[in-house]
């Protein structure tokens, strides 16, 4: 298949798939469970997670491998099997993609602070590259690193990934807008800081995911075109800002309220659009149309 930075280079917009946390615990993950287990013990469920999001209309689908680094499996005794739980994570999401759409593989932060001691440069890139050769051997066309909020966790998996890969680079952080009306991550980067501090680390496409729903997206995507005008964005927005209620955690945005931005967000720039958090294959057939028809 054709690179999608190449595709999108020539002006076509991309629709990604939408949340996959919340769909696993819709079909029955428990808390305390490990998603990543799931790729060898359910693995007809991720499947259909990843089959709807292509029959939604979706161009491209990720893995269920974010918590997928032999680091963070480690809180599940699990780290020893990070290369088979990712490897089958990118099968599953390959047979679903089939030969005409592209699988996306995810790789989250490992819940480690490097600054802290939590953990080491080093330990970081060895993670990461297990979980990055896996994905490839698995089947995925591209990595995409994503919800990083430090700059240099987010620098050593785009390296490793780099080193070990041939696959495509797609790097994501998470974006709260502050009270001034700025966007940080929780580390303190900028959408800016981002771009100047990552252009050169081998990314092909940079984003944002989770923390905001569609309508903030837009002024991140005007930030980052603000200091790169050429580079492809990606952005997966939530469903809203999420509300707790009876216990439960709802993302309010409907597919029509999330759809009726997507015009405004690509004229800011976007070239990817799909969704995060209690976005529903709903959402990602609304986007479509939504494309389509723009």
Not at 25 to 53: H, T
Not at 281 to 291: E, M, R, T
Request: proline share 3%.
């Amino acid at each position: 298949m054709e690179k999608i930075k190449n595709v999108i280079r020539q002006g076509k917009i991309l629709i990604s798939d939408g949340a996959w946390g919340t769909f696993l615990q819709a079909k029955g993950l428990k808390a305390g469970e490990c998603p990543e287990l799931w790729n060898v013990d359910q693995p007809e469920k991720v499947f259909e997670i990843a089959q709807s999001y292509i029959t939604a209309g979706a161009n491209m689908v990720e893995t269920n491998s974010f918590g997928g680094s032999s680091i963070k499996l480690a809180h599940y005794g699990l780290d020893e099997r990070a290369f088979e739980l990712n490897k089958a994570a990118a099968e599953i999401s390959r047979k679903a993609a089939g030969k005409e759409h592209y699988v996306l593989g995810s790789i989250g932060p490992t819940g480690k602070i490097l600054m802290m001691g939590e953990v080491t440069t080093e330990g970081l890139y060895e993670s990461f590259k297990i979980q990055a050769t896996a994905l490839e051997e698995g089947g995925a066309d591209a990595i995409i690193i994503e919800t990083m909020s430090d700059i240099e966790e987010a620098k050593q998996a785009i390296k490793a990934a780099s080193d070990h890969t041939d696959l495509e680079i797609i790097c994501t952080m998470t974006f709260e807008k502050t009270k001034t009306g700025e966007f940080r991550t929780m580390m303190g980067i900028s959408p800016a800081d981002m771009i100047k501090d990552l252009t050169q680390e081998g990314v092909d496409i940079f984003g944002a995911n989770c923390g905001n729903g569609i309508k903030d997206m837009i002024g991140i995507v005007k930030e980052i075109r603000s200091v790169d005008k050429n580079t492809g964005i990606l952005i997966h927005a939530n469903a809203g800002i999420p509300i707790y209620e009876d216990g439960k955690t709802i993302f309010p945005e409907t597919p029509e309220e999330m759809a009726s931005s997507i015009k405004e967000i690509v004229n800011a720039g976007a070239n990817i659009i799909g969704g995060c958090c209690g976005t529903t294959p709903d959402h990602i057939s609304q986007i479509k149309n939504a494309i389509k028809s723009n």
